[in-house]
């Protein structure tokens, strides 16, 4: 299953840190420009292949490998991977592929890049970079805000701008757009030009057939034949708002055009692509409009348009896809269902067994208000990964919630996020925004937690600066992380404010990676949250002092 982090439509990069001093064992590695360790502790999505567990991250892929009685880690380096975070990968056969995506700024605001997407053919040996699929600078001019439902290109600049009106008939502004592409055996199908990755993300991708798919958000649903020597992206049309199916050779090219932007008669929710999924004949993409499945025919695509109101699923939001098998053999299809009007603060997950005629979803869940990011299973168990942590089901009608993984170090998980979670050799593996933790017991955990950063010095404190509303948040607090290279449980920390007055004291570190390690949780000796300002940090290690300064801001 691959893992969409799609938070209010921003591919947030959250604190990672960085491992760089680690040494490397030649003969595990898959590809010789890796280096030990993970490059985040933010794990996104996990997959297996050839005894090799794959990790993607916000700053980069890794993967894993069993040398008893731990795991070691690595990390790729290699230049034909994209760059920044990872937000989809998938794998199947011997193929494995990834998405990359950073934060760019542009007019004074960041926004999601896409970075392209790289696969590999041979397990993970050496990879084939595709860049981000971005169109040609057009020669046509059309309205930016069609009043109408025609479609009216011009080739001249000054003759759009003297016939275009803006939605509210006031004058319009005139914009290139694509002039045309084709698809099922028909020519001069209208897309709207993306001519820049900013907004134009691959959320999800699939290997299907010779093809892999992307869904890209502003870029709609694209895919290229990585069969090919030279592949090149290829726009798939998917039928508009208003149009229950799309079929090929049908289209009708008069009112039809490919448009995730939107126009004065709609939002075109159903080209924002984030989700695509396939089995067997059938491709499934889940976009800001609902469920598409499309029977595959020839390189052609014969699309079913579904929404929530008439087939039965949570919402027309849709990040995602998975296949269950039932006991009778048949299959069960689940979609990542998010409520649209809350902007994806609630996502359930929502299940069909009759092929997506008829949907439901778990009541228990939706009155919990979770946001669901991913969904497993093993023949016994439903795992569902979300926004509160992971969530246990063997009927889909009643779910329990595991405890917060804590090791036999004392280690903690310390985040409520579960991204990812999957079953591997019998082992339950749980991808979080705080590292991944590992247990062997499938339903009762026993832990293994692996986190990563560099061995420090000197008495150090992450994330700095401490937003205390979002980092490390679990159970209601942030969390914030002291560490030092030493073994004495006997230390102690104090925190002072800027005028020095007492806030908070910690005892009781860990010994964790041979270093000792605090946890504090922004609140004062009154249990209050601290307030916005630098706060200056006393280590007292048998009576050797270290300090530290720490930035604290609130929402």
């Avoid at 005894?51 to 790729?76: C, K, M, R």
């Avoid at 003297?162 to 509210?168: K, S």
């Avoid at 055009?257 to 059938?282: L, R």
């Amino acid at each position: 299953m691959r893992m969409i982090l799609i938070l209010i439509l921003i591919f947030s990069f959250v604190m990672s840190v960085v491992p760089d001093q680690y040494s490397i064992r030649e003969y595990k590695m898959l590809n010789t420009n890796t280096n030990e360790g993970l490059s985040s502790n933010v794990i996104i999505d996990i997959e297996y292949l050839n005894n090799s567990v794959f990790l993607s991250t916000s700053n980069g892929l890794g993967y894993a490998l069993y040398d008893a009685p731990n795991f070691i880690f690595y990390n790729f380096q290699d230049d034909d991977l994209p760059d920044g975070g990872n937000p989809a990968m998938v794998v199947k056969n011997n193929i494995i592929a990834v998405s990359g995506s950073e934060t760019v700024s542009h007019a004074g605001q960041n926004h999601p890049a896409g970075t392209g997407i790289s696969y590999s053919i041979d397990g993970g040996v050496s990879w084939n970079y595709m860049e981000q699929s971005v169109d040609e600078i057009p020669i046509y001019w059309s309205c930016s805000n069609f009043n109408t439902t025609e479609n009216l290109f011009y080739s001249d600049e000054s003759l759009c701008e003297a016939e275009c009106l803006d939605c509210d008939g006031s004058p319009g502004s005139c914009s290139k757009i694509y002039d045309y592409v084709s698809w099922g055996g028909q020519d001069e199908i209208a897309h709207l030009s993306v001519t820049v990755p900013i907004n134009n993300i691959s959320y999800d991708i699939e290997i299907h057939g010779d093809y892999i798919y992307a869904s890209n958000w502003a870029g709609g649903l694209r895919r290229f034949n990585y069969t090919l020597d030279s592949p090149e992206w290829e726009i798939v049309p998917l039928p508009m708002d208003n149009q229950s199916e799309l079929l090929c050779g049908e289209i009708e090219l008069e009112s039809y055009q490919i448009n995730p932007v939107g126009d004065c008669e709609s939002d075109f929710d159903n080209h924002k692509a984030f989700s695509v999924f396939g089995i067997e004949d059938t491709l499934w993409v889940g976009t800001a409009g609902g469920i598409n499945k499309g029977i595959i025919d020839g390189n052609c695509i014969n699309w079913e348009h579904l929404n929530s109101y008439e087939n039965g699923f949570f919402d027309d939001w849709v990040i995602g896809f998975e296949n269950q098998i039932l006991d009778n053999g048949l299959n069960r299809i689940w979609a990542l269902t998010w409520d649209k009007e809350s902007q994806g603060s609630i996502g359930v997950p929502s299940f069909s067994d009759n092929g997506g005629a008829d949907w439901q979803f778990p009541n228990q869940l939706l009155e919990m208000e979770v946001k669901s990011y991913n969904i497993s299973f093993n023949s016994d168990y439903i795992y569902l990964s979300t926004n509160q942590g992971l969530y246990l089901s063997n009927d889909s009608e009643f779910w329990e919630k595991f405890d917060n993984p804590i090791d036999y170090l004392n280690q903690q998980i310390l985040s409520d996020i579960v991204y990812d979670a999957e079953i591997i050799n019998n082992r339950l593996w749980v991808g979080t925004s705080d590292g991944v933790a590992v247990s062997s017991n499938l339903i009762d955990a026993n832990w293994m937690i692996y986190r990563f950063w560099e061995n420090n010095s000197t008495f150090d404190v992450y994330p700095n600066p401490f937003m205390i509303d979002q980092y490390n948040f679990i159970n209601g607090d942030g969390h914030v992380r002291f560490v030092y290279p030493g073994q004495s449980l006997e230390a102690t920390i104090d925190i002072f404010d800027f005028s020095m007055d007492l806030v908070a004291s910690i005892k009781d570190p860990a010994i964790i990676n041979q270093q000792i390690e605090f946890i504090w949780n922004g609140r004062n000796v009154y249990n209050e949250k601290v307030e916005n300002g630098v706060y200056f940090c006393r280590l007292n290690h048998n009576g050797d002092y270290k300090w530290a300064k720490l930035a604290v801001i609130r929402n």
